[in-house]
C-alpha cells in the first residue's frame, strides 16, 4: 500500500534539540521503522542509553559525537554512523551544533531507548 505523510509530528525533548518524526509509532504508526530529522543545538548531549534497536544516522550539518564502550567517534557533515541493539552509546553534538536524520529498526520508543 502507498501512502503519503503529509508531514512530521515535533515530539519534544528536553535541552533544546527539536527531533521531527516523519515515520514512526507517534507520526505514521509505523512500529517498524521510523525515521526522524533532528537539530541540535551547540553544547545538546544526552544521557547514556543502550537501545534494543539498530540506529541509523546520517549528519547533515555540524558534528555528532558518539561516545560508546569502544571509545568516541566524531561523525561530520556528510558521514554516518550505526550503532546495533544493546551496545551502550552516549549522543552529543559539536560546538556548532548539529542537523541529522536517524532511522531506527525497529522504531523508536521511550521504552526501547534504554536510557540510563
Not at 534539540?17 to 548531549?45: C, F
Not at 560508546?68 to 552529543?92: I, W
Not at 560546538?95 to 536524520?101: F, H, K, L, M, T
Request: charged share 20%.
Amino acid at each position: 500500500m502507498v501512502r503519503k505523510i503529509e508531514g512530521a509530528t515535533r515530539i519534544p525533548v528536553p535541552g533544546g534539540k527539536l527531533i521531527d518524526e516523519h515515520v514512526g509509532r507517534v507520526n505514521s504508526g509505523d512500529e517498524e521503522i521510523s525515521i526522524a530529522h533532528m537539530t541540535a543545538p551547540p553544547g545538546w548531549e544526552e544521557p547514556a542509553q543502550t537501545p534494543a534497536f539498530t540506529e541509523y544516522t546520517v549528519v547533515l550539518r555540524g558534528m555528532v559525537i558518539v561516545e560508546h564502550d569502544g571509545g568516541r567517534m566524531e561523525v561530520a557533515a556528510g558521514q554516518s554512523v550505526v550503532t546495533s541493539p544493546g551496545e551502550k552509546v552516549r549522543y552529543s553534538v559539536g560546538p556548532e551544533g548539529a542537523e541529522y536524520v536517524a532511522v531506527c529498526l525497529p522504531a523508536f520508543s521511550p521504552e526501547s531507548a534504554g536510557r540510563h
